[in-house]
């Protein structure tokens, strides 16, 4: 028979050895005994039972001398009601509200770092690894990613042998010019998309969508030099190191920067890249720099630019799409103007090979001869 002094109730019990339920009856005595089927499984003294996280809707606790995945759980209130007064302890260690404000505080806390983290440590890490990133490694991955940038471009190297020569040409006078060191490969791809791209390693290109926007050779000139002082600041490898974040850091560190995942990741950061405004101003001032060693104008390209997004910027060059050419950096590059002495980059024959070069034999003949 139950005396005065015990109280029952009903819980559902785990052992701490597996996850199995096991319905066990409770008797409030001298301890909390836990009872299965009319045996004593267990008595936790009061003192030692403390509430363990679980839904609001039940009373969960566990007991600091049982197994430590030992539980039991309360659903019935007024069974709850009336154990709670024999554990004095219940709530030891928890805190309350304080501890709430803690977990809260370590949890804006953290996301605070995680945001510090990609705004300021991921950018200060990439100035700084960009120039110790050597050589080889840059061109690794210019060799890695340039047939993902075909692909996706879908466009194929246009094969007119004048044309590829003259832009040969040009893309060797800027070169010279601009105190470029590495070797740089040019190709025309056959892509609609205005645009011209450097990739990490001295890969240029120009696309033909650009090409036949373009009214002569300096509009051309001037954009390849734009991209020439992004690969001369290394701003494509600084980018492609902040986009990817630690997992680019680490296949660095490893040697590892040229699998599958990396290579696609690698080419759409190139093809989508929106440089900072300070890299977008110094590789202006490169070209403007680079067309006047020439002794050509840099306002050519400015005007390319202007006039191709006055309809819809979104569809053009990386370097205007995400910091579109204002009124202030056409009138930067205007006032910086030099009168032209320098000889013509390309010959007017050279001129129109280039402007060819993604036509077929039989459209560049066509062209030949209504031209004579």
């Not at 299965?36 to 403390?50: K, M, N, Q, S």
Request: net charge neutral; with cysteine; glycine share 8%.
């Amino acid at each position: 028979m139950t005396s005065e002094t015990e109280q029952t109730g009903q819980a559902v019990y785990f052992d701490g050895t597996s996850n199995r339920k096991r319905r066990v009856a409770l008797r409030m005595a001298a301890g909390l005994d836990i009872i299965e089927d009319g045996a004593l499984v267990d008595t936790w003294p009061y003192d030692r039972i403390r509430r363990a996280d679980g839904a609001h809707s039940l009373l969960r606790l566990a007991c600091v001398s049982a197994l430590p995945l030992a539980r039991l759980e309360i659903e019935d209130a007024a069974t709850a009601q009336a154990l709670i007064p024999h554990c004095a302890s219940l709530d030891v260690g928890r805190g309350g509200s304080a501890q709430t404000w803690r977990i809260v505080f370590w949890s804006a806390a953290a996301v605070c770092s995680i945001v510090a983290v990609v705004l300021y440590g991921i950018p200060f890490a990439a100035d700084r690894l960009a120039p110790l990133v050597p050589m080889s490694v840059e061109n690794r991955i210019g060799e890695a990613v340039d047939k993902q940038i075909r692909v996706m471009l879908g466009g194929k190297t246009c094969d007119g042998a004048a044309g590829r020569a003259a832009f040969a040409a040009m893309v060797g006078k800027i070169r010279q010019a601009s105190g470029i060191a590495m070797p740089l490969d040019a190709e025309v791809l056959s892509s609609p998309v205005p645009n011209a791209f450097a990739l990490p390693g001295g890969k240029v290109y120009l696309l033909d969508g650009l090409l036949q926007k373009a009214r002569n050779p300096d509009e051309v000139a001037g954009v390849i030099a734009h991209e020439l002082g992004h690969v001369h600041h290394r701003d494509n490898l600084r980018k492609i190191i902040q986009e990817g974040g630690t997992s680019f850091l680490a296949g660095l560190l490893l040697g590892d920067v040229i699998g599958a995942t990396a290579v696609i990741f690698v080419a759409r950061s190139v093809l989508d890249a929106s440089y900072s405004r300070e890299a977008e101003q110094r590789a202006d001032a490169f070209a403007v720099e680079t067309m006047h060693t020439l002794g050509r104008s840099a306002a050519p390209m400015g005007e390319l630019l202007v006039r191709l997004t006055a309809n819809d910027p979104s569809k053009y060059l990386t370097i205007i799409a995400s910091h579109p050419l204002s009124e202030d950096r056409l009138v930067a590059m205007t006032k910086q103007d030099r009168p032209v002495t320098g000889p013509e980059i390309l010959s007017a024959q050279e001129w129109q090979a280039l402007k060819g070069v993604c036509k077929t034999s039989s459209e560049r003949k066509a062209s030949l001869s209504s031209s004579r």
